[in-house]
């Protein structure tokens, strides 16, 4: 069995998120303690508690989702041998890549929870100064997406999350013209997203700036297992291309799809998804034709994976 490590990114967050990883698992708790520590407020009732408004805001919801991710690695290391407890590649999807970093040994946890909570405020700074949109598209080629977002404006792919399944963002009156070409051209669902922050698209441009220092500033080591770039869809193997990873990776499509599909190409067997809900399970199942997937982020799902491991 060659198995990949993969890392949720933003919106998979939830109210009661790691909980029960925090209940059961000591090593869970000194994860989820130690983010509190760091952020110098309680990170961990807010995850557990809410409100919602406030744990969905990208400056608590991102350092909330690399603790509930690495929380969740802590306890199936614990609770499994080191067989079990292996990756032979490393990914996360945008945000999510931060999580992959960590488990990694690229960075520190506590350097990883200040460098996510950064680029969240770097993110939501350049969202007030140029709002933006999403939308996401279903049903349409790729190819002939990217022609309605260069038609459109100010636009361009965000996620290339699932054959069949692209997230777009820009300018919002170019996403509502690609949103209703997309129409035309057949989409089977074409909807602009909640959000006001237009990610992985030029209107972040201003958050590179920002973040820049912060990243710079942060140790990073070389990786212990080599992580899939979101960027390129291939191995990161230095500091110096991880840097420009973090910094890159805010204006640059993500590569969902070529990064599953090379990890799969590479002999890997087994994806697991190690964080809040499952939604890379749902877009790996879609993706890769030959590896399974299976979801590791909450108490529940660690015990029946380890059952079947070790069955």
Same mark, same amino acid.
């Given at each position: 069995?060659?198995?990949?490590?993969?890392?949720?990114?933003?919106?998979?967050?939830? $109210?009661?998120?790691?909980?029960? /990883?925090?209940?059961?698992?000591?090593?869970?708790?000194?994860?989820?303690?130690?983010?509190?520590?760091?952020?110098?407020?309680?990170?961990?009732?807010?995850?557990?508690?809410?409100?919602?408004?406030?744990?969905?805001?990208?400056?608590?919801?991102? #350092?909330?989702?690399?603790?509930?991710?690495?929380?969740?690695?802590?306890?199936?290391?614990?609770?499994? =041998? =080191? !067989?079990?407890?292996?990756?032979?590649?490393?990914?996360?999807? @945008?945000? %999510?890549?931060?999580?992959?970093?960590?488990?990694? %040994?690229?960075?520190?946890?506590?350097?990883?929870?200040? /460098?996510?909570?950064?680029?969240?405020?770097?993110?939501?700074?350049?969202?007030?100064?140029?709002?933006?949109?999403?939308?996401?598209?279903?049903?349409?080629?790729?190819?002939?997406?990217?022609?309605?977002?260069?038609?459109?404006?100010?636009?361009?792919?965000?996620?290339?999350?699932?054959?069949?399944?692209?997230?777009? !963002?820009?300018?919002?009156?170019?996403?509502?013209?690609?949103?209703?070409?997309?129409?035309?051209?057949?989409?089977?669902?074409?909807?602009?997203?909640? *959000? @006001?922050?237009?990610?992985?698209?030029?209107?972040?441009? #201003?958050?590179?700036?920002?973040?820049?220092?912060? *990243?710079?500033?942060? #140790?990073?080591?070389?990786?212990? $297992? #080599?992580?899939? @770039?979101? $960027?390129?869809?291939?191995?990161?193997?230095?500091?110096?291309?991880?840097?420009?990873?973090?910094?890159?990776?805010?204006? !640059?499509?993500?590569?969902?799809?070529? @990064?599953?599909?090379?990890?799969?190409?590479?002999? $890997?067997?087994?994806?697991?998804?190690?964080?809040?809900?499952?939604?890379?399970?749902?877009?790996?199942?879609?993706?890769?034709?030959?590896?399974?997937?299976?979801?590791?982020?909450?108490?529940?799902?660690?015990?029946?994976? /380890?059952?079947?491991?070790?069955?």
């Amino acid at each position: 069995m060659t198995t990949a490590w993969v890392f949720p990114g933003q919106g998979s967050q939830f $109210v009661g998120m790691a909980r029960d /990883l925090y209940e059961k698992y000591s090593s869970a708790r000194l994860v989820l303690d130690a983010a509190d520590s760091v952020l110098g407020f309680s990170l961990s009732k807010l995850m557990f508690e809410g409100p919602e408004a406030e744990l969905t805001d990208t400056i608590n919801a991102q #350092p909330a989702l690399l603790a509930h991710s690495i929380a969740a690695l802590a306890a199936l290391q614990q609770t499994s =041998n =080191n !067989s079990l407890a292996e990756a032979s590649f490393v990914a996360g999807h @945008s945000m %999510g890549e931060y999580s992959a970093f960590v488990a990694a %040994g690229v960075l520190d946890f506590a350097d990883g929870i200040k /460098l996510v909570r950064a680029r969240g405020e770097a993110m939501k700074r350049a969202g007030v100064q140029r709002p933006g949109a999403m939308a996401a598209i279903l049903g349409v080629e790729d190819e002939k997406i990217q022609e309605i977002c260069k038609n459109a404006g100010a636009v361009q792919v965000a996620n290339f999350n699932a054959p069949g399944q692209i997230v777009i !963002s820009g300018e919002k009156e170019a996403i509502e013209r690609a949103v209703e070409n997309a129409k035309k051209a057949g989409a089977k669902r074409a909807i602009v997203l909640a *959000v @006001s922050i237009a990610a992985h698209s030029e209107l972040m441009r #201003p958050a590179i700036e920002e973040f820049r220092a912060a *990243v710079l500033m942060t #140790p990073l080591q070389s990786p212990r $297992v #080599p992580i899939i @770039s979101n $960027v390129t869809a291939e191995p990161m193997n230095d500091v110096g291309e991880m840097r420009q990873e973090m910094l890159a990776q805010l204006t !640059s499509s993500v590569q969902w799809v070529k @990064s599953v599909a090379w990890m799969e190409a590479q002999g $890997v067997t087994e994806f697991l998804e190690l964080g809040a809900k499952d939604v890379l399970t749902g877009l790996n199942k879609r993706i890769a034709k030959t590896a399974t997937t299976k979801p590791i982020g909450t108490a529940e799902q660690i015990e029946k994976f /380890l059952e079947r491991a070790t069955a």
